[in-house]
């Protein structure tokens, strides 16, 4: 039923539809997902790539219907450039991290509240494929603030603050791909 280009997705100029292009201060994280790409629909795959600049910074998030497999193939050198990884799988349980080099794969478990992070000063590309068509993404943090206010606050620690002050604090929460950790924004030169 479908065109023969539908069965190519382009990561350098993908579609211009919802969720195909994930931009932020840290970084750009391009989806072929069934959204995205159709022919993925029924296939029980997708792929991500995130190019992340210096210090960037993929904020910890879930997907609820995939695991994920996230692979740097690029790097500025191979005896420099990092991918920070850390996850826990469910509350209560220890973080796992690993510091990894190109060519190098992490495993983010079904549901797994995970990030990634470019500690250096170079840009670092990431692929991830995901065992199902409609992976799912849920950020923690801004879905914490879609809650009422009076929610969030106690959720947060801050019953102390009325609810309407957690307004204050929902343009904080940053988008996906941040660029952060000032220890690396400080050595890169990033302000």
């Known amino acids: ?22 931009e932020g201060r840290g970084g750009t994280l391009v989806n072929a997902i069934g959204l995205t790409m ?5 296939n029980g795959a997708a792929a991500a790539i995130g190019f992340t600049k ?6 910890p ?3 609820n219907r995939a695991t994920e497999l996230a692979i740097v193939v690029k790097s500025a050198n191979m005896n420099k450039g990092r991918m920070i990884t850390e996850f ?20 983010f478990p079904q549901g797994a509240l995970h990030l990634e992070f470019n500690p250096d000063c170079d840009e670092m590309i990431f692929v ?19 809650l009422d206010d ?18 204050k604090f929902r343009h904080l929460v940053p988008a996906t791909l941040a660029q952060g950790v000032e220890s690396c924004l400080r050595r890169c030169g990033i302000k």
């Open 1 to 22: 039923l479908l065109p023969d280009e539908a069965f190519k997705f382009d990561f350098i100029d993908p579609p211009n539809v919802a969720f195909a292009k994930l």
């Open 150 to 167: 009076n929610f969030a606050g106690l959720a947060l620690g801050l019953e102390f603050l009325p609810g309407a002050d957690i307004d």
């Open 128 to 146: 991830a494929t995901f065992n199902d068509e409609d992976p799912g993404l849920n950020t923690p943090a801004e879905a914490l603030f879609q």
């Open 88 to 107: 826990v799988a469910e509350t209560g349980v220890r973080k796992i991290r690993n510091e990894h080099q190109q060519y190098s794969m992490a495993v």
């Open 54 to 59: 210096p210090c960037g910074f993929n904020t």
């Open 61 to 63: 998030h879930t997907h």
């Open 38 to 42: 159709p022919a993925l629909v029924g």
